[in-house]
């Protein structure tokens, strides 16, 4: 017989004598608490009421779960109805957790009702079967709110100039053709003059700033159009939707800059010990700033260390290893095995506002000269350019576990020729020799002058 190989249980998994449940909805909440039976040994007590979801219908709630001293309170999560509840029960003191709700629904032949999908999730929650979600803390969260509006602005301002190109070229004028966007200082002028009812190219043409006026002629083409009024009104309210997003975005990444300064953890520390906003920046400083510290990696910028910083948090104990923030970030494939077959599986959506900054950072760093540009060379000539780019997407989210996990570390690129340096060359040689003998060919090596 073959030795029996010891599988420990995870933090979650421990049996709990005093549990309770919330099947979460819009306007109310079905409770159940399941503890030790006071009369019949062995056995459970459960109850099961309902809660209408307002503050003081769930403040009440908290103090008889705390009077009846249940361990862990679990919430399904349900669009952002549960957040009444675990913002509410976790200020009470309450050790609350939030779970997927594909994670506790697959029980084929279970009635389902209200009721019961309570008494079941308390069932599993007594019993460990449930991972819980990361929920950060709540400065992360009111960080977190301010970065994705952020992020949701920036892209509805991106919709806008895409309108106005449409609009343009309904319009005949081809100027999107020769600048390099709308949003250039040459390109608004030209279309504030359309809008103000310039007509003749060649004055458009002149309104050309820096390299764009040796494009002259390009431009008196692609402005020579049919830019009419109702153009020039429609262009004014794209225009003037463009700004007010962009002082939106404005106002947003300053408020953003002043919450990550206030959080101690995200704070540097300078030479002699002081801490601070404005700590850390002097040369020779032992500790960065959070912030300056994910600056430094290929690919990433600040507004991109700002929107990591708001959804994997700080604290870097919440995922024990990088490999956990890898799979919370559904960036390592799954892996199905049965019997003698092995295969990979699809990795998930994960955060998607995580996911959407990563893949901006690895489609960067794939343009450079670095290790991170290297590694993706080397992958998509055998896997593709979607899955190299996933690599290096975790790749990424691999090193920001380090920094952050390590105050002190800094980031350091180990080159393109990382690979290279470490390639074994005889090894290599002989790979290649074995392949032409395969082909009928007599080899003989001699080095190189």
Known sequence: ???????????????????????????????????????RPGKRLTRVWEVDATTNSVLEMSGHLSREGVEMVTLEATSDYWRIWFYLLEAAGLNVQLVKA????????????????????????????????????????????????????????????????????????KVSAVASSLGTV????????????????????????????????????????RFDAHHGELARMLLDQIDALTAQVATLTTRIEELIGAIPAAQGVDG????????????????LPAIDRLDEIT???????????????????RFPTPGHLVSWAKLSPRTIQSGARTRSGPAGKGNPYL??????????????????????RRIVKRRGKLKALVAVA????????????????????????????????????????????????????????
């Open 1 to 39: 017989m073959k030795e029996p190989q010891e599988i420990p249980d995870e933090e979650h998994e421990q049996v709990l004598a005093r549990v309770a449940a919330v099947d979460v909805a819009k306007a109310s909440g079905m409770v159940c608490t399941r503890v030790p039976h006071p009369q």
């Open 102 to 173: 594909h994670d506790v629904k697959q029980a084929p032949g279970r009635p389902k009702t209200d009721k019961l999908d309570a008494v079941w999730l308390a069932k599993l929650t007594e019993r460990g079967m449930l991972r819980r979600s990361f929920v950060p803390p709540a400065e992360i969260r009111n960080l977190r709110d301010y970065t994705r509006l952020r992020a949701d602005l920036t892209r509805e301002r991106t919709r806008y100039w895409q309108r106005l190109e449409k609009l343009l070229e309904d319009a005949l004028i």
């Open 186 to 225: 040459s390109a608004r002028d030209m279309i504030e003059a359309l809008i103000a009812g310039e007509r003749d190219p060649q004055v458009l043409a002149r309104l050309a700033r820096g390299r764009m006026r040796v494009k002259h002629a390009a431009l008196v083409e692609a402005l020579t159009g």
């Open 272 to 287: 002699d010990g002081t801490a601070g906003p404005a700590a850390g920046l002097s040369e020779g400083a032992p500790v």
């Open 299 to 317: 690919g990433i910028g600040r507004s991109a260390a700002q929107g990591i910083i708001a959804e994997v948090g700080l604290d870097m104990t």
């Open 355 to 376: 996911k959407g900054i990563l893949g901006e950072a690895a489609a960067t760093a794939t343009r450079t000269d670095t290790f991170l540009g290297e590694r993706y």
């Open 394 to 449: 975790r790749s990424i989210l691999v090193i920001i576990w380090h920094l952050l996990s390590d105050r002190t570390a800094r980031f350091r690129d180990l080159g393109s020729g990382y690979y290279a340096s470490r390639t074994d060359k005889e090894r290599k040689a002989r790979n290649h020799v074995r392949q032409l003998q395969a082909l009928g060919y007599a080899v003989t090596l001699a080095p190189a002058a």
